[in-house]
């Protein structure tokens, strides 16, 4: 072939460093933003934070553009002076980026939002209703460890037997319960203090047995234990005796698989009790704590900090961004101004230049992501009014594209949006995505949220008889009396989704 060429027109897009940082931010849970801020406010000199007054006010003018914003900054204001600005995302056709509860089977928390909430009023105050400080409140609560070794120095042991408590408590999951069996944790001390011989193995496996019984007495009742059985065993033990104790314990180290199954029948055989018994032993069993290092899980990691606050005004309904969450930052005038006065001359420092605009483009960004985040979910709210004043057996259909559209924005770019962030709402706090769901065809033509059809099972679970549950079928049945097309399988498939168990496991005992 003889060698040719060819000149070819074609358009694509071409991701500048700020489009990215910029798609990277919008993505960022609340958390992980404040880490990137932090960690921009280390690397560069130019960004410092505002302690004064909030750093975007989005109170003045909702329906002003960010062009329209920065034409209104002053010298000297949270953005800065001069440089390129950047273009809104207001067309980004860029493309996509890259142990349970045992007592019934059911999780205690709601598959579809956060339930424990402060009101939308608290979550925008500074403050609490009890008067407490963000001092007070960010008092880091002790962790099951803490509480151990307080009880250990109050104990008076050896040092062969505290050592031995210590390693055990060290040895402990977030659960409370071992991590692995006794042998395991010598193997693990011995490699780690490079003890040899098959007699010093089995002295520290000695030291351990005697210490796990000093760990075992302590409280937590059932800390310590090797598995569930064993931990219920342990909490079992400081009951009165009875005859549903004993069956009780029985049943712990034999029998949980019967339990679990409610299968009272089979129990009553193989403890040779009578099915009084059984029940009393069950009732014993079911108040024990399954965690028992539960009461001290940090609080910290419980909490969901919503995005935006809902609340009611006049007869709709206000959306706003929670200042709490909004990074107070700005470029710090002393460099901005030792910059602007060495361009043109003979000191003049391009690296300082670049660093001054990526300063002026990070606080951009982030004003960028709010902007957005507070579009979205004002078109989510004018979506699902109903949701806001009759609950989630409200809920309408609603796709991401739809959202896309109003708003003439990328689907790829509301997925981001959507995604860890939280909406605090009368009705509790949730994820953005929670209020997107796929359409259910009813018999009047129209369509059903999938989410108000969970609503709707979790109603009719709640209100059955235990003593016979629902089934899966005749949950369907119900849906289409009310005129709600449902297959048993996709019944189903939201029964499991919202973490609740068959009907044979729901049968009261």
Request: proline fraction near 5%; glycine fraction near 8%; charged fraction near 25%.
């Amino acid at each position: 072939m003889k060698p040719t060429l060819q000149v070819r027109l074609s358009q694509h897009l071409a991701l500048t460093p700020q489009l990215q940082q910029s798609i990277r931010l919008l993505q960022l849970s609340t958390l992980e933003l404040h880490q990137e801020v932090e960690q921009m406010l280390e690397q560069n000199p130019f960004l410092e934070p505002e302690e004064d007054a909030t750093l975007f006010d989005y109170s003045a003018n909702e329906k002003s553009t960010p062009s329209q914003r920065e034409e209104q900054d002053a010298p000297g204001s949270t953005v800065g002076e001069g440089g390129d600005e950047p273009s809104g995302m207001d067309s980004a056709d860029f493309g996509t980026t890259e142990r349970d509860d045992w007592e019934n089977g059911t999780e205690r928390d709601d598959f579809d939002g956060i339930r424990e909430l402060p009101s939308a009023n608290a979550a925008g105050s500074g403050g609490d209703e009890d008067g407490l400080d963000a001092q007070d409140r960010n008092t880091p609560t002790p962790t099951l460890q803490d509480h151990l070794r307080a009880q250990l120095s109050g104990m008076r042991l050896s040092p062969t037997d505290a050592a031995a408590v210590q390693v055990l408590i060290e040895s402990l999951d977030d659960d409370g319960y071992l991590d692995g069996t006794l042998e395991d944790i010598v193997d693990r001390l011995a490699d780690a203090l490079g003890v040899v011989g098959e007699d010093a193995r089995d002295d520290l496996l000695s030291q351990l047995r005697c210490g796990l019984k000093w760990l075992q007495s302590m409280e937590p009742a059932g800390v310590g234990a090797a598995n569930l059985g064993d931990c219920l065993a342990l909490q079992l033990r400081d009951t009165p005796a009875c005859p549903a104790r004993d069956c009780a314990l029985t049943i712990c180290r034999q029998h949980l698989e019967l339990l679990a199954r409610r299968d009272l029948k089979k129990l009553a055989s193989a403890t040779g009790a009578d099915e009084a018994t059984v029940k009393a032993a069950q009732a014993l069993i079911v108040a024990c704590e399954p965690k028992p290092a539960r009461p001290f899980a940090r609080a910290e990691n419980l909490i969901v900090v919503p995005d935006v606050i809902v609340t009611k005004s006049g007869r709709g309904w206000k959306v706003m961004l929670n200042p709490d969450v909004m990074p107070k930052l700005r470029v710090s005038d002393v460099y901005a101004q030792a910059v602007r006065g060495q361009r043109g001359g003979a000191g003049n420092n391009s690296g300082l230049s670049a660093r001054l605009q990526e300063a002026r483009w990070f606080i951009r960004n982030i004003q960028q992501r709010f902007d957005t985040i507070l579009r979205v979910s004002q078109a989510i709210v004018e979506r699902q009014k109903a949701f806001f004043t009759h609950g989630e057996i409200a809920m309408k259909p609603l796709v991401l594209r739809e959202i896309a559209d109003e708003l003439g924005l990328h689907e790829s770019t509301i997925s981001r949006v959507t995604t860890a962030k939280y909406m605090n709402t009368p009705f509790g706090t949730f994820e953005l995505k929670y209020f997107f769901g796929s359409s259910l065809n009813t018999d009047a033509g129209g369509n059903a949220s999938s989410t108000a059809v969970r609503a709707l099972i979790k109603q009719f679970v709640a209100a059955e008889n235990t003593a016979k549950p629902l089934s899966d079928s005749q949950i369907a049945d119900m849906l289409e009396e009310q005129g709600i097309q449902v297959a048993r399988r996709t019944v189903a498939k939201y029964r499991e989704a919202l973490k609740i168990a068959p009907a044979n496991l729901r049968k009261a005992m």
